[in-house]
């Protein structure tokens, strides 16, 4: 039987993984800086324990760097991995797309149009760190019901970095009100059973994130 104590530690450590996620994708802390350890403590009136527990989470999912013994700091990348990260994600999504286009029912659109939606609420919202979490999951939704285990393990692996690019590139919740017409144009394609459409839309879509708003 799971011990009390541990389950409180990690319901502790699972709030703390989300609210410092969301600090990073907010843009509040910035590439290279520390995460501020006491004052998470002091707001949450934790121990370090979970914190430490939620530091190596986001450290596995590529979003923070623990210096051993030390601290951890959000992942800093420069614009020009930024720009290949992006074209490594055109090909990836590409592929899920076609793939998807042979097959794609009702179901899977309705879903995808679910997650739109559900961007758009939280754009009204204000809320841009659970707009990028929102986004990613139309993406990686994408990879999942094109039903290559595969392809969806390289995009889970990557989503970390794709989330870094659009700090790196200062995404605002302008620019992505704009760019999520596209994910309506790639509904549209996926049920026209038109993959190669579909792909071109994601290709604008991760190789120029900053459409005219």
Partial sequence: MMN????ERRSLAEQVYTHVKRMILSGELKGGERIPEERIAREFGVSRTPI??????????GLVHIEPRSY??????????????????????????????????????AALEQLTADCRALIAAGDLGAVFEKDSQFHLE??????????????ERLDARVQLCRLVKCLTLAHV?????????VIAA???????????VLARHALNP????
């Avoid at 430490?52 to 999912?61: I, K, N, P, S, W």
């Avoid at 996926?190 to 071109?200: H, K, Q």
């Avoid at 900053?210 to 708003?213: A, C, G, S």
């Fill in 4 to 7: 009390p104590s541990h389950i």
């Fill in 52 to 61: 430490r527990e939620a530091l190596r989470r986001l450290e596995e999912y």
């Fill in 72 to 109: 951890a700091e959000v992942v800093a990348i420069e614009l020009a991995e930024a720009d290949q990260i992006a074209q490594v994600r055109a090909a990836l999504e590409g592929l899920c797309v076609r793939l998807l286009a042979g097959h794609a029912t009702e179901p899977d659109c």
């Fill in 142 to 155: 994408l990879a999942r019901r094109a039903g290559n285990a595969c392809l969806r393990e390289f995009l």
């Fill in 177 to 185: 009100s704009a760019a999520l017409g596209q994910h309506d144009e």
């Fill in 190 to 200: 996926l049920r026209r059973a038109d993959g190669e459409a579909a792909a071109a």
């Fill in 210 to 213: 900053t459409p005219d708003t």
